[in-house]
């Protein structure tokens, strides 16, 4: 059983670009959530994605989209970059949405804006 | 809205000496609980978890927690830590938002530092 991977794993941008970030949720799981991670911060929720549709969304700006593909796997977009924006961004995904069901970590992608 | 709050944000510790790390959530209904660890360079890791049943749950590394309702509380604890303990803990509470969507609500974590 494959787990959760997450890429790229490192990625330098700049102000005002825009990135895209990429999960591959664990086999079997049809819900993939993202968390921003700051220095020195718990993850924070940035929204959830359940059969391709946004299933709940954190105090995040609509600069931050996202998409969830047939197999479940998913991406984050992150517009109009700012230096704030700097953080570890993590997906995670369970077997189902609801809270009784448990969350897989990836690894993680470092993103430095400049 | 779920909030928790970790009562310190830096341990230090000497190898065989006992831990206890303080969680404290805030949230009037029913929720899940969870410990997860975050060793130097990689990923979250889930060190155990409290849904329902037994207060004392116990987890990977013999860790084990203690759920308190009427603190609302959900410290972790070790007897005796081993300097590959050394890693961030992070709490964490799921608790049902709208019908079909929940959340995860970390802590702001506590970096565990064990002296050999």
């Known amino acids: 059983e494959t787990g959760v991977t997450q890429s790229p794993t490192h990625l330098i941008k700049t102000r005002g670009q825009q990135v895209t970030l990429r999960c591959s949720s664990q086999s079997g799981h049809n819900t993939v959530s993202w968390y921003q991670q700051a220095l020195g911060q718990g993850p924070q929720f940035i929204f959830q994605y359940y059969r391709e549709e946004e299933n709940g969304r954190g105090n995040f700006p609509p600069r931050f989209s996202g998409l969830q593909f047939p197999n479940y796997s998913s991406e984050l977009n992150v517009n109009a970059l700012e230096l704030d924006d700097s953080a570890l961004y993590l997906c995670a995904s369970s077997l189902n949405r609801g809270h009784d069901n448990e969350q897989f970590f990836g690894p993680g992608t470092r993103l430095t804006v400049l | 809205a779920q909030s928790v709050s970790q009562h310190n944000h830096h341990v230090i510790l000497s190898e065989a000496a006992s831990l206890e790390l303080g969680c404290n959530y805030s949230?009037?209904?029913?929720?899940?609980l969870f410990w997860y660890v975050q060793y130097p360079g990689q990923h979250l890791q889930l060190l155990l978890k409290?849904?329902?049943?037994?207060?004392l749950v116990k987890g990977i590394k013999g860790f084990e927690a203690e759920f308190i309702k009427s603190k609302f509380s959900f410290n972790l604890r070790k007897p005796s830590v081993q300097w590959s303990d050394t890693a961030e803990y992070f709490c964490?509470?799921?608790?049902?938002?709208?019908?079909?969507?929940?959340?995860?609500?970390f802590g702001k974590g506590t970096m565990l530092l064990v002296s050999p």
């Open positions: 409290y849904f329902s049943g037994d207060p």
């Open positions: 964490a509470v799921n608790a049902p938002l709208y019908s079909g969507y929940s959340t995860l609500t």
């Open positions: 949230y009037g209904g029913t929720v899940n």
